[in-house]
C-alpha cells in the first residue's frame, strides 16, 4: 500500500504527483529576505522549501516566516532535539532530522511533540554522514553503508509507533545514491522517498548530474518528492525540477517547448525564433507543446502533435497548429504576426 503524508495543504506520496521542493539560502534573520524568497519560489511552482534553523534564537524568526508565506516549510535541524522542538512550536509541520545524531530520551521527546501536532519528520542520511561502524558492516560498500544507516534511523521512528516520515538517502555520485534508494524502496515498500543528488554543483554539470540520478530513480517508480540541488538560485532548482517531470511525462508543469538541433539543411535561425517565441508562452496552459523547427523536414509533419508549431521555409516561416498549416509570412513580419497566432486567432 501506498502510504501519504500531509504538511498543511501538501499531499507527499499516495499517488499524489511528485513533488518539487527546493530550499532557502537566505538566512532566517533576513526575515524580508526569506519571505522574497518564498514568493519567488511560489510563482515558480515550488511545493515544499527546507529552511535551517541552526541556533535557538532563530525560533522567532521562524514563527515570523511560517505566518508569512504560504509555501509550506520544513525546518532542517541537525544534531540538537531542542531545535527540533522549537521548530514545531514555531509552526513548521516538517523536520528534517537525524534519529541517529540524537540521545534517545530526547529524541522520544521529538517523536511525542511530532505525533501531537501532526509533524512530518523526514530522516535520511548523506554519503559523508555514514559512520565507519556502518561502512564497516558494508564492507565498504558506501551505497549499502547509506542504507544501513537510514534503516537504523527509520527502526528507531517505527519502533516508537511513528509512521509519518519521509525516507531519503543522498550522495553526490550518481551510481551510488541510485543504489541507496533503490534498497530503500525495497525495504520500505510504500513509504513516501525523498530523492536527489547532494552537493550536485553548479551549471550545465550539477544538472546533469542531478537528472542522471533523478530520472534513473523516476523511471523504476521511485521517488515522491524531489530537489535539484544546484549552486544557484533556488528558483532554478525548481524549473529544473519540473523539466525532469516533464521530460518523464510524469508532470506538465509550464509550456513544453520543442526544438530542433539545426543542421544545414535549416532554413531559418532556430535560435533566433525560440528567443522570438518564448516571451510568449507565458500564459498558455499547462502541457501545450510549441514546436520552433528549421526547416520543412521537421515542420508540421513530425511536429503535428504540437499545439502551436513554427518552421522555417524559403519564403520565411510557416506557422502551424497540430499539425495544420495556418499561415505562412517573412521574418521580418513575425514579431507582428506571432502575438496573435498564441492567442488563437488566425494570423
Known sequence: MKRSVQIGPLVIGGGAPVRVESMLKTPLTDREGCRDQCERLVAVGCELA????????LADDLTWLVEHTSLPLMADIHFDPALALLAMEAGCRAIRINPGNMPLGRLNDVISTAKALGTVIRIGANGGSVSGRQMEEAKGDRAAALFLAVREQAELLLNSGFEEMILSAKSSSVPECVRANVLIAQAYPGFPMHIGLTEAGPGDGGIVKSTAGISALLAQGIGDTLRVSLT?????????????????????????????????????DVMRLVELVRPMLDGLPDGTSVAVMGCEVNGPKEAKHAQYGIAGTPAGAVLFREGEVVGEHPFDALPDVLPAFFTGTRP
Not at 527546507?50 to 534564537?57: G, I, W
Not at 544557484?232 to 532548482?237: F, L
Request: hydrophobic share 35%; proline share 9%; aromatic share 2%.
Open 232 to 268: 544557484d538560485a533556488p528558483e532554478r532548482e525548481v524549473r529544473v525540477g519540473y523539466e525532469i517531470l516533464k521530460a518523464l511525462e510524469l508532470r506538465s508543469h509550464g509550456v513544453n517547448l520543442i526544438s530542433c538541433p539545426t543542421c544545414g539543411r535549416r532554413r531559418a
Open 50 to 57: 527546507r529552511v535551517a534553523l541552526p541556533r535557538p534564537e
